[in-house]
């Protein structure tokens, strides 16, 4: 029997779509693009030049294009070149809007509403890469930033863009250490800090860190200083040896609001992010301006349906790519809505408050933010209007089926929700959402539009069905530039192209789900199962953590929970442990309601051979949790890189378990 659709696209809202515009357009190109997803899909894989030149052509790029071919190497993975001549600022194609219409809206959760326009947006980035030009930035050079989620985090990194220079941020939840082991090797000349954020009601002074940060980046040229708390004390001027200014002195400086665009190369860097950390120190990825810039158009414009005028939420901080992803608005005339702090303060259903008083039209968060929202019994469908909101985004984690239910019960009936899925590697997605296809319940809708992907074996062979890793199998233009200081690219082919040669793997674990009619597929759902090298393996049977999570946290006494692999005798035993809700103890009968569940909704081989009350789980400052951390605890492993956590201090919670001995 054929599931049904959870929501179904209007034929208004189809022929509406940007999509079906992109499709019209290519057609006008001569080109013989199909009309239904699955097809358009095909040959947007099987004529690579044409689909991304098309991308380029239809949202207007600016920039010097150069000549054909726009793709050489084609078949090689590392080593493809898209578009090899062309010339590209991607600052200037994110602020190419102008006028009095908001660009940026910033909410914070001390109740804060502050308002940039496009002009206004324009002239402080104009102010600072001035600023940034004086004092040596140029080409190449590294802007490292250590600030909330604000409007200057977003200003700094258009002005360090706009001088061909390289961005890179970090929020100001890391430690010490977690942010010298992401700044320390990439060298910046100039560091944007703030003096202080909110989280939770509390106020958190940063002038301290601040100042040890720069005492170990012995190649600053200067800092910045964000007065985002608004505290009335002047900052310090001088931080071990480096003049500090104020953002305010810059941006309120006389003379003119102009900026020399530089354009550069399509794949110089733009980006340099940072993989978790928790496992060694962070790779530090390098993306290129051009790649990203025409990957997030076709997500956000054909994908998202994102128009100008519109307004997109993410809440997302500077250390996470959704910040990157986000920005990437500016670029189609939409105005960020822009929030930092804690999802849950000072109310529950804080971010849908704001979703209602801006009237945002896109709205995203993590699986793990509806989850929560269900167990506070939050419903907004009856306490907020939610009118303009078409659709809703979810990554960071799989959405669980019961969460797609929740959103279309109790958040909104008539929206496209879009669970995506992707990460920092690419920053971007492999599947994610799209405008014209239904939503099945637990399934992301689709593979994005020119990524070959596919799910293999362990043999690498392709799966029509059934579960496997996920990979891409030929070249797509936001693959990384390569890793900061890896010369030779050793590092770079180990973590994406060792396990099989020229198709990149990219660590995830899940299935298709084919959808038919009239004996044709029309559409390719995707279902994540977890991180492939946390997949269990009990008996040699793989199972992802995700397909456990799913039917643990369906059960009201549990807010979350973490399963990992033990080894036991010859195989591996699975370990499940749990966090209740305040005032609720594991007993035996709650216990025997999560075993039953699990085994009544999957299989014997999910079942845990442990459950454990656990008063905390581990998770990266980004908000997921970290299975391999607690695996090398219970073994007895050292985890090297607990600056990468959020609360590292729960690693401890794990160490030398009595119930594990037996």
């Known amino acids: ?118 002009d206004e947006l324009f002239r402080q980035v104009a102010k600072l890469a001035q600023f940034l030009k004086v004092n040596g930035v140029g080409p190449g ?70 100042q040890d940060i720069v005492g170990k980046l012995p190649a600053l040229h200067g800092v910045v200083w964000v007065n985002y708390l608004k505290n009335p004390q002047a900052a310090p001027t001088d931080l071990s040896g480096v003049t500090a200014t104020s953002w305010e002195d810059i941006v309120d400086a006389p003379g003119e609001n102009a900026i020399e665009f530089v354009r550069r190369g399509f794949a110089e860097p733009l980006y340099i992010m940072y993989s978790s950390g928790t496992t060694g120190q962070p790779k530090c990825i390098v993306h290129g301006q051009g790649g990203t810039l ?55 259903s804080h971010l849908f408050d704001i979703a209602q008083e801006e009237n945002i039209n896109v709205f995203g968060s993590s699986a793990k933010f509806y989850a929560a929202c269900e167990k506070n019994h939050l419903k907004p469908a009856q306490t907020h209007r939610l009118d303009n909101l078409k659709a809703i985004l979810s990554t960071g984690s799989p959405l669980a089926h019961e969460s797609f239910d929740y959103i279309y019960r109790d958040v909104k009936a008539g929206v496209c929700l879009s669970s995506i899925s992707g990460g920092t590697d690419i920053v971007s997605c492999f599947a994610l959402g799209c405008p014209t296809l239904p939503v099945y ?60 040669d020229n198709i990149w793997a990219h660590g995830d674990y899940g299935e298709f789900i084919s959808h038919a009619e009239n004996g044709e597929v029309v559409q390719k759902g995707v279902i994540i199962h977890g991180r492939s090298d946390a997949v269990l393996n009990p008996g040699g049977v793989r199972i992802g953590t995700a397909e456990i999570y799913r039917q643990v946290e369906k059960i009201e006494e549990v807010l979350e929970s973490i399963a990992v692999g033990q080894a036991w005798g010859d195989d591996e035993r699975v370990i499940l442990f749990v966090k209740t809700r305040p005032g609720v103890d594991l007993d035996d009968e709650l216990c025997s309601r999560i075993t039953q569940t699990i085994r009544k909704n999957t299989t014997p081989r999910h079942v845990p051979a442990k459950i454990i009350q656990i008063a905390d789980i581990p998770r990266t400052i980004s908000g997921k949790i970290v299975e391999l951390a607690v695996k090398n605890v219970i073994h007895g492993k050292e985890v090297k890189n607990k600056d990468a956590l959020a609360n590292p201090e729960a690693l401890q919670l794990f160490e030398d378990l009595e119930e594990l001995r037996g």
């Open 1 to 118: 029997m054929t599931a049904l659709p959870l929501w179904r696209p209007e034929h208004e809202r189809v022929q509406q779509a940007r999509l079906t515009d992109f499709i019209t357009f290519l057609k006008t190109k001569k080109l013989s693009p199909p009309s239904h997803y699955e097809a358009l899909h095909t040959w947007s894989v099987e004529n690579k030049e044409a689909f991304w030149l098309g991308i380029w052509e239809y949202f207007q790029v600016k920039g010097d294009l150069g000549g054909a071919p726009f793709l050489r190497n084609a078949d090689k993975m590392p080593g493809a070149q898209w578009f090899p001549e062309a010339k590209i600022n991607f600052a200037e194609n994110l602020l190419k809007h102008r006028g009095g219409q908001p660009a940026i809206i910033v909410r914070g959760e001390d109740g804060r509403r502050e308002e940039l326009s496009f």
């Open 141 to 210: 050079d590294r802007v490292a930033a250590f600030i909330p989620n604000c409007a200057e985090a977003v200003i700094g990194m258009l002005a360090t863009a706009s001088l061909g220079g390289v961005w890179s941020s970090c929020s100001p939840d890391f430690g010490l250490n977690g942010v010298i082991d992401r700044f320390g090797q990439i060298a910046p000349k100039l560091l944007i800090a703030c003096r202080g954020y909110n989280y939770n009601g509390k106020v958190i002074d940063t002038t301290d860190r601040v």
């Open 441 to 500: 319940r637990g399934e992301l809708q689709c593979i994005g539009l020119g990524m070959d992907v596919e799910f293999v074996d362990d043999s690498g062979r392709s799966l029509a069905q059934g579960k496997g890793e996920l990979v891409c199998k030929s070249p797509f233009p936001s693959m990384p530039v390569g890793f900061w200081n890896d010369e030779d690219g050793a590092r770079f082919h180990s973590a994406y192209f060792s396990s099989i």
């Open 294 to 348: 025409l990957q997030h158009l076709k997500e956000l414009g054909l994908h998202t349906d994102l128009k100008p005028g519109d307004r997109i939420f993410y809440y997302t901080t500077c250390g996470w790519m959704m910040w990157n992803w986000l920005v990437s608005s500016l670029a189609i005339g939409a105005t960020l809505v822009l929030y930092d702090g804690s999802p849950f303060h000072p109310s529950p």
